[in-house]
């Protein structure tokens, strides 16, 4: 007889994991509805508090109809990346209460199907959604956030998408480069350009004065009409000045130690525009440029860098999962005591892991966590910690 029950339980262990394409149409079928209704009403919510925020600036500074659409419409996708987890997480928690209510739960379980196994579809629609989210947080949130930023200060404050490129400053990481531009231009030619070199103690080695600067990547920097000076080291006071009218004239030229230094500059007009950027609105793979090609950047910038880039591609991409994770064991775990109670310590766990995660960034700021601990180390023990309720909930 025991054997017989062995034999039959060892059927049900194969079926568990077989193919069941009508069940898992259904289940899917089932989730994606709630969740679709989720997002929508929360970015509706998100939408309503932005409209509260801003409209009153774009009304009282007289601005259009087209810029007012189009802010709100650059708003959108870095509020999607937010919803998106919680929205996975109560429809999770709505569906398996339905499943509950219709016993279709325990119909499963006693047709030996497990219920992670039963509910395959909705882990691979959180799969899913964690590529979106990683997508919008690298392909369009620095992109729009920035653009929705600089439209906003355009029409509430006279010459904004001027002063974003006039006046610029720039210190290079390993702090031997500071630059002022009067007029920056990524793509083109800057012009008024003050640049001062140091040496590794700190101490003003040179300075040039350009009236136009422009970068190629065959020769780098190249400065015409200006003029440079060169300092002493030890007491600092300046010694001739000299003009030059481009760097290959034969008259005046810079001086061979000027642009033997200015031939070595790391950063291009591309790294100086990202560098003066706000980290939210640099993708990964700049983050990574600068962290790669400033081999002398101070250590709090690298902590900075660092464990935002491991946070980035950890965090966003993963918190769907761990929403999914999180929801379906606890519905099932929790059905007898009801769904609220679910729901309500679903939401608690699943704020812990984002206060977590800040505080976890914070620390990796500042340097009091090593970058890849703190970028990572939370979303890596959320997502053990829900692996470990989804193995054991059956």
């Given at each position: ?8 339980s060892?059927k ?100 030996g ?39 906003r ?11 974003i ?104 007009p ?24 400033s ?41 007898r005591?009801?769904?609220f ?54």
């Open positions: 007889m025991s054997d017989k029950k062995l034999t039959s060892k049900i262990g194969r079926k568990t994991f077989t193919l069941f394409p009508t069940l898992d149409l259904y289940v899917m079928k089932e989730f994606i509805l709630p969740l679709i209704v989720l997002n929508v009403g929360f970015l509706s919510l998100f939408m309503i508090g932005d409209i509260f925020d801003d409209l009153t600036d774009f009304l009282d500074h007289k601005g259009t109809i087209l810029q007012i659409i189009k802010y709100f419409s650059l708003k959108m996708p870095g509020n999607i990346r937010f919803i998106l987890p919680i929205s996975v997480l109560l429809a999770c928690m709505y569906t398996m209460s339905n499943f509950a209510k219709n016993l279709e739960i325990t119909a499963m379980r006693a047709s199907i497990s219920v992670q196994r039963a509910c395959a579809s909705i882990y691979f629609i959180a799969i899913l959604v964690a590529a979106t989210t990683c997508w919008f947080n690298e392909a369009f949130v620095p992109y729009t956030e920035r653009a929705a930023y600089v439209l200060k355009t029409v509430t404050t006279e010459g904004h998408y001027k002063d490129r006039e006046n610029l400053s720039y210190r290079s990481p390993d702090g031997k480069t500071t630059w002022l531009f009067n007029h920056f231009d990524k793509d083109g030619v800057q012009t008024n350009v003050f640049l001062k070199y140091f040496d590794k103690e700190g101490s003003l080695i040179w300075d040039l004065k350009a009236k136009s600067a422009k970068y190629s990547p065959e020769l780098g920097w190249q400065f015409s009409n200006g003029s440079s000076t060169t300092f002493d080291k030890e007491n600092q006071l300046p010694g001739p000045t000299k003009l030059f009218t481009c760097n290959n004239d034969k008259i005046a030229p810079l001086p061979q130690t000027i642009r033997d230094d200015i031939k070595a500059f790391p950063e291009t591309h790294d100086i525009y990202n560098a003066v950027k706000e980290i939210e609105n640099l993708t990964s793979l700049e983050i990574y440029e600068l962290l790669t090609k081999h002398n950047m101070s250590q709090n910038r690298k902590n900075l860098y660092r464990t935002t880039l491991f946070y980035r591609i950890s965090f966003f991409p993963c918190a769907a999962i761990v929403a999914a994770f999180l929801g379906i064991p606890l519905a099932t775990k929790n059905l005591s009801g769904i109670i679910s729901i309500i310590l679903s939401i608690f766990i699943i704020m812990s892991y984002i206060i977590l995660s800040e505080v976890a960034r914070v620390a990796g700021n500042k340097g009091y966590l090593p970058p890849i601990v703190a970028g990572m180390g939370p979303t890596l023990a959320f997502i053990i910690y829900g692996w470990y309720n989804v193995v054991q909930q059956d």
